[in-house]
């Protein structure tokens, strides 16, 4: 009679990197420059891990809902592979984003190990407002009269750039 002893190993592993597509890897952080008015979908990947990752987008740490749900493969060591979409510009102006940070974070949840990749967004938008104080369209102006104009120009990114003309 033969009895068989089996023991079951499991391996907990990984992830043991995280990327947001388009960014470089090894540098502590990117800069994405995105233009007022357009969107960006951002597409994060994990290596393996087992078991599956708990994996979330953060903007400048508060956690924030994906665009779709994440999709999974199975990868080396029974693990998976995780994916997750975020598109920013859908739910406000691209402007409220400015120079907010956006990370993906990956976390084992029997290791507790996490990985993490991040972006700095930089969003080029116009000037809000312009004023113009000192002077009117109707006030005349002769040779020789001294006058103070001052012209504001609030928000904008980068800073506009003001242009002093004569005429029309």
């Not at 388009?22 to 800069?31: A, E, K």
Request: glycine share 8%; net charge neutral; hydrophobic share 40%.
């Amino acid at each position: 009679m033969f009895f068989w002893n089996f023991k079951l190993i499991f391996f907990l592993v990984g992830p043991s990197s995280i990327q947001i597509r388009g960014n470089t890897p090894d540098i502590n952080m990117s800069v994405t420059t995105l233009v007022e008015g357009t969107t960006r979908q951002f597409v994060c990947r994990t290596t393996s891990s087992n078991p599956r990752p708990i994996v979330t987008w953060k903007l400048d740490g508060q956690i924030i809902m994906g665009d779709i749900d994440p999709s999974e493969e199975r990868a080396e060591y029974a693990g998976i592979i995780m994916q997750l979409v975020k598109t920013i510009g859908l739910d406000k102006q691209l402007r409220d984003y400015h120079m907010k940070i956006l990370s993906c974070e990956a976390r084992n949840p029997e290791t507790g190990h996490i990985v993490t990749d991040s972006t700095r967004l930089n969003i080029i938008y116009d000037a809000t407002s312009i004023e113009m104080h000192g002077v009117t369209r109707d006030k005349i102006i002769k040779a020789g009269d001294l006058i103070i104009a001052e012209c504001i120009l609030t928000g904008g990114n980068p800073l506009g750039k003001i242009t002093w003309f004569k005429g029309k």
